[in-house]
């Protein structure tokens, strides 16, 4: 079975400064999605950002990057120049690309402050 | 964009009676949708995958017959916390994936916050 592990419960960023959330992940499937969703106090799940397994290229969405590492299964998330309205949960997701197969299995989350 | 409704948006109940919950994808059909509960401070934890005419698909320890899911159209599924009780409060999440898009991501609902008195 598939895991996601978020190994930071909280993080903190000064206004304008970069700040990078960890997220490792386990599974046995060579072809699958990872995803970072953001959840502000609304509640609403947002999309961040999301990498196919199969392109090696990193993906990013303005200020938000991501370092994709295949062989260490590993997903970072980097925002930079961070804003005030980056405050939220960062929840990394998993999803198999196995047809029939389309849940997401979440990290724990990371709560992001950022500081003024 | 695509977008999905979840409602109500927030409910509260007395011990004992039934709630349901509403997930409607607004400008695309749905042949799946899925069923998140989320606790305070705590992560998405899916409950169950609800199919387009057909039983939904429940995750190991969540109870069939307390949670009750219908996915009778393309656009709409329904959770319904039967006999809900104290320990049933919790944020429920629905999200959608597009029918015929198998590469493209979920879209959330945005939630119900249920609490039973």
């Known amino acids: 079975a598939q895991t996601v592990t978020q190994s930071q419960p909280e993080m903190s960023v000064q206004e304008a400064e970069t700040v990078t959330l960890s997220c490792t992940y386990d599974t046995s499937e060579s072809d699958y999605y990872l995803f970072w969703y953001k959840q502000p106090p609304s509640r609403q799940m947002i999309l961040v950002i999301r990498q196919e397994a199969y392109k090696q290229q990193n993906a990013t969405e303005n200020r938000f990057s991501v370092n994709f590492q295949k062989a260490a299964k590993s997903f970072s998330l980097k925002i930079s120049d961070s804003q005030l309205g980056d405050a939220a949960m960062y929840f990394c997701a998993y999803r198999s690309h196995t047809s029939g197969t389309y849940k997401y299995i979440f990290g724990t989350g990371t709560r992001l402050k950022v500081l003024a | 964009g695509a977008v999905v409704s979840q409602h109500p948006s927030w409910v509260i109940c007395k011990s004992g009676t039934s709630v349901k919950i509403e997930c409607r994808s607004l400008?695309?059909?749905?042949?799946?949708m899925f069923w998140y509960r989320q606790f305070p401070k705590q992560s998405l934890m899916l409950m169950a995958t609800?199919?387009?005419?057909?039983?939904?698909?429940?995750e190991q320890g969540v109870e069939k017959d307390k949670f009750l899911i219908n996915h009778a159209s393309l656009t709409l599924s329904t959770l319904t916390v039967t006999s809900a009780h104290p320990e049933d409060s919790s944020f429920y999440i629905c999200s959608a994936r597009p029918a015929g898009q198998i590469n493209q991501p979920q879209h959330f609902g945005d939630g119900t916050r249920l609490s039973i008195l």
């Open positions: 609800s199919n387009e005419g057909s039983k939904a698909t429940y």
């Open positions: 400008d695309f059909q749905a042949t799946t």
